[in-house]
């Protein structure tokens, strides 16, 4: 499905969907936790049902109504199960050390470009454990098999390609009263992400001890709440943030709580530098455009931002800009360095990309675009975003790819943009 997009100016207040990292994490810690957990305002996009898919297989009782109700899994598995985690790496790695605790194997499948994700920290750290791995003989990650249980202990991970495996972990070694630890092992990307799973864990009433590079999980310490509430998700409302600054519009997202870490808020700080105007009073945050000029901006701990950044920098009226930090953005749902790069280059950019550095300078004029091609969530709706800014009409698909992390990012946009954002 091709989306028509006009230039326009975005403003409005909007309550960003739920955080689609934090919905992950409550339905897994919930599935092994002590007591029925209610989540309010989950995230209900393709890659949330197919974890929610995940720990109903695994023995957990979910009920997806206004409220998301999860009741831990009895007992373990009688026989062997597969999982199909589509095209979802947090499902993959969620859900993987969660298998870790059976008995009897646990096969994951996937599609689209999950195969060939980085699953082998994770293997080698369940393997400490205790657990077995079944890979297969392609080379690439999917299919495998895992077979548990893992026990409390010890262990030591690479969080070079992704911070997955350290959370997947911190979240599986949870479900015992035995304290365990977690040792990092090398660079750490993504490093906010696995704050939010201890941040999460301690809300859900675990202990969690975390030294540099090292994490102790104690187990639980009290009772976890009857519910929890997923704050608004820092990565949908960076879109609709990016949207006032290129339009020079003027957007407020609420629902931001503060207490929890997402990585995808460093938007902001990157928004600032290229001069828009970023003010926030407790969970709203307003942002005002216009942008003015370039930056030089380090990706490493939120390379979910690396296209979205990429296209703003292809419209700021003076300065190139550089991003760095993100190499292993090569392994998500496409190959994001790639795509980021063509699709500046589409706005009319210059680009060179160099020792993990890409520097785009703008052109005199953007220009629309037409890529019916796009597939990649993300890219999508970073397409549309510098769509906004461009002297004419673009056409953008699939328009439909958005159900992956933010369902109702086009709704949300024509609330901001009555007549830019136009009619599949």
Request: glycine residues 8%; positive net charge.
């Amino acid at each position: 499905m091709i989306r028509a997009i006009r230039p326009g100016r975005a403003e409005g207040t909007i309550r960003a969907p739920g955080s689609k990292s934090y919905t992950h994490r409550a339905l897994a810690i919930a599935a092994i936790g002590s007591r029925t957990l209610r989540i309010r305002h989950a995230l209900d996009s393709e890659d949330t049902r197919t974890t929610l898919e995940g720990v109903r297989r695994l023995g957990a009782r979910v009920d997806r109504s206004a409220d998301w109700t999860v009741r831990p899994r009895r007992h373990g598995l009688s026989r062997t199960t597969t999982l199909s985690c589509r095209q979802s790496g947090t499902s993959l790695r969620l859900l993987t050390g969660l298998a870790s605790l059976e008995e009897v194997p646990v096969r994951f499948v996937g599609e689209g470009r999950l195969p060939v994700r980085p699953m082998e920290p994770l293997f080698g750290a369940l393997e400490q454990l205790g657990a077995r791995v079944h890979r297969p003989r392609s080379g690439r990650s999917l299919p495998f098999t895992i077979q548990g249980p893992i026990a409390p202990g010890a262990v030591r991970v690479s969080a070079e390609d992704s911070s997955q495996p350290v959370s997947s972990l911190l979240i599986a070694l949870s479900a015992f009263d035995r304290p365990s630890t977690i040792r990092l092992v090398g660079p750490v990307v993504s490093a906010p992400y696995i704050d939010a799973s201890v941040a999460f864990l301690r809300m859900l009433g675990h202990r969690v001890d975390v030294s540099p590079r090292q994490f102790t999980v104690l187990g639980r310490v009290r009772p976890a709440p009857p519910s929890i509430e997923i704050p608004a998700d820092a990565s949908s409302a960076a879109y609709l943030w990016a949207a006032a600054a290129i339009t020079g519009g003027d957007v407020s997202v609420t629902g931001l709580d503060p207490r929890y870490p997402q990585a995808d808020l460093r938007i902001l700080e990157a928004l600032a530098l290229m001069g828009a105007r970023v003010r926030r009073r407790g969970a709203t945050v307003r942002v005002q455009g216009p942008l003015r000029r370039g930056v030089r901006f380090d990706l490493t701990d939120s390379p979910d931002l690396f296209p979205l950044l990429g296209v703003l920098a292809a419209h700021v009226p003076t300065g190139s800009s550089t991003l760095s930090g993100a190499p292993h953005l090569r392994h998500k749902e496409s190959d994001r360095w790639a795509e980021t790069i063509d699709l500046a280059q589409a706005f009319g950019a210059r680009t060179r990309s160099a020792k993990g550095h890409l520097t785009i300078r703008p052109p005199r004029q953007t220009t629309p675009i037409h890529r019916s091609n796009a597939t990649d969530h993300r890219l999508v709706m970073s397409a549309a975003v510098g769509a906004l800014a461009a002297p004419g009409p673009s056409r953008i698909g699939d328009a439909r790819s958005v159900a992956k992390s933010y369902p109702g990012f086009w709704d949300d946009l024509a609330r901001l943009l009555p007549r830019a954002a136009g009619a599949p």
